[in-house]
């Protein structure tokens, strides 16, 4: 059971996590129009968000540290790994989480794995929409993007990245972008063009899913 002293990043290891296009797009509160935009998906994992928009005609590239470490093969066992590893930790936490996008954790499961799927699918026909890189650096020119999306690692992690790393995460984040037109309730919009997804925005001990 969850304890008042688990610190925000228990679940250990940073999770490599596979979120869907529905996902983003609550969590982002992404309209059709925004994902009609040139978009950059940092840190990418085995989210399905590049493979279903660009599945959907858009332009999404996902950077991450882990594709220039693995192969498909790897990419697509990791995904499996880690969409496991997330939901037993989500089982054993579940009175933690609200349990409104996900019905219970079978759902949470069904749909991480489905994700994981369809990322590793994706990449082996589009390695080019995955680019390896990582904050505070990124591999892209200036204002490469219209739109930049940064899922569970900033502010998520914040027990192990500082406030240096956090900063010029963010400006490297803002140096790919071009500004556009400047928060929802699950992320935070540096501009609106600039979107950070924040954990324990439903009340302070409850989060969202890893
Ligand atoms: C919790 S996952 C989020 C993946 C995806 N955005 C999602 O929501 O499903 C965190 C990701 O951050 C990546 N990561 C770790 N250090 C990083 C860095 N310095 N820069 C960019 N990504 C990093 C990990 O490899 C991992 O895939």
């Excluded at 599945?55 to 220039?68: K, L, N, R």
Aim: include cysteine; glycine fraction near 4%; hydrophobic fraction near 35%.
């Amino acid at each position: 059971m969850p304890t008042e002293s688990d610190p925000p990043t228990a679940i250990g290891d940073i999770l490599v996590s596979s979120r869907s296009l529905a996902e983003y797009r609550a969590m982002f509160a992404l309209t059709d129009d925004d994902l009609r935009r040139r978009i950059l998906d940092c840190p990418g994992g085995t989210a399905s968000f590049t493979a279903e928009v660009c599945a959907a005609g858009g332009d999404v590239t996902a950077c991450d540290p882990v594709y220039g470490r693995c192969t498909t093969i790897e990419l697509a066992a990791m995904a499996q790994r880690e969409s496991d590893r997330g939901n037993r930790y989500c089982r054993s936490h579940a009175d933690d989480y609200v349990w409104t996008f996900f019905s219970d954790p079978d759902d949470h499961a069904f749909s991480r794995n489905e994700a994981g799927r369809r990322f590793s699918d994706h990449h082996l026909f589009h390695p080019e929409r995955y680019i390896a890189g990582a904050l505070p650096k990124l591999p892209f020119g200036d204002d490469a993007f219209d739109l930049v999306l940064s899922s569970h690692l900033l502010i998520s992690y914040a027990d192990r990245f500082d406030r240096s790393f956090h900063h010029n995460a963010v400006r490297e984040l803002m140096r790919s972008q071009r500004p556009r037109y400047a928060s929802s309730r699950s992320s935070l919009w540096i501009r609106p063009s600039i979107r950070i997804s924040t954990p324990a925005t439903v009340s302070r001990r409850r989060r969202h899913h890893h």
